[in-house]
């Protein structure tokens, strides 16, 4: 199924869609969202360790002999894994859930470093990924615990999106409606909602903030200069909000910095909001000229970038702008005043004394 805007991939390509085609889908700043099973092609495999999340072997499923859950019909099913070990990222999950999220298929790992990728559903201690056709010689390493990720998140750097979730089941009606017993008690699942919020994420409906409205003056002035000097009291100021299902709301956080940079940064402060989605901060300009620009590169979890730049010079003191008088050059007024007394006041005792 492909939609204008999105992409939703099931099995494999067809018709002129090819590996290069959906790079370049993303490149342009869409969205992925994969559903994959452990019979998946060599192509989504592919595509999918683009993204940087690495599936395991063809014919490989999750198994847990100790969080799997039972049908109703008191059906066993070891590959059938209840968990509810999610991110704490609710604006990506909708969680926290009670229910468990139900999940069979595939297994995938994530290197540690990622910096773009966010493991959205992890498998429990005691899962691990096997072919079952195949005898196990050793015990897994990679594919095992926690290092196995169930459902990836990816959010690149133009801000596209890309989910690779290791089970197409769990987006079925089936999931969504199945009771189960898990730990000797009887459940229903959270699946509908917590595939809905991952949905959402992954089309951006959730989670987009959108940057507007900078703007920097000096204190007591309302008009924005094309310069500063050196030491001059300055404030600045950014609109950030968070558009959700189409409106928008003030985003509020604490940890978007600002920074005043040339070369490096010589001021990184984090600034301060109103509620209302405007964020501040006052600062003295730096005892340095130069050409500096304000910073903001803003990365949260769950949450598009944000990154603005703006340039601004920054000038020395004209001749005629600098004090007159220092206090600190006291000591040598009044050397040079004493210097100029004593030369005249010889100067008189040698001309008119004997």
Known sequence: MIK??????????GGSIDQQTILDFVDSGHNVLMGVSSEASEA???L???FGVDLDDKGTKVFDHFNYAAKADGTVDHTLLATRDLVDAPVITGGPYKKPILFRGAAATV??????ATVVLSAPATAYSHDPKKAMLEPPSL??????????AVQARNNARMVVAGSVEMFTNEFFSMKVNVGGESTGSANRKFTVALARWAFQDRGVLVASHLRHHKLGEAAQPAGYRVNDEVEFLVDIHEVEAGA????????????????NPYIRVPLTHDGQGTYSLRFKVPDVYGVF?????????????IKLTHQV??????????ERFLVCAYPYYASAVSMMGGFFALGFFFLYHK
């Open 111 to 116: 290197p540690a470093d990622s910096e773009l």
């Open 143 to 152: 594919m095992a615990g926690g290092a196995i990720s169930l459902v990836t």
């Open 44 to 46: 989504i495999r592919n």
């Open 4 to 13: 204008y805007g999105e992409l939703a991939l099931h099995t494999g390509f």
């Open 48 to 50: 999918a360790a683009e």
């Open 313 to 322: 010079p920054v000038r020395p003191f004209k001749h005629n702008e600098y």
């Open 248 to 263: 928008s709301k003030p985003y509020a956080a604490d940890d978007v910095q600002l920074e005043f940079i040339m070369l």
């Open 293 to 305: 620009k304000y910073y903001i590169d803003y990365s949260h979890r769950g949450y598009s970038y």
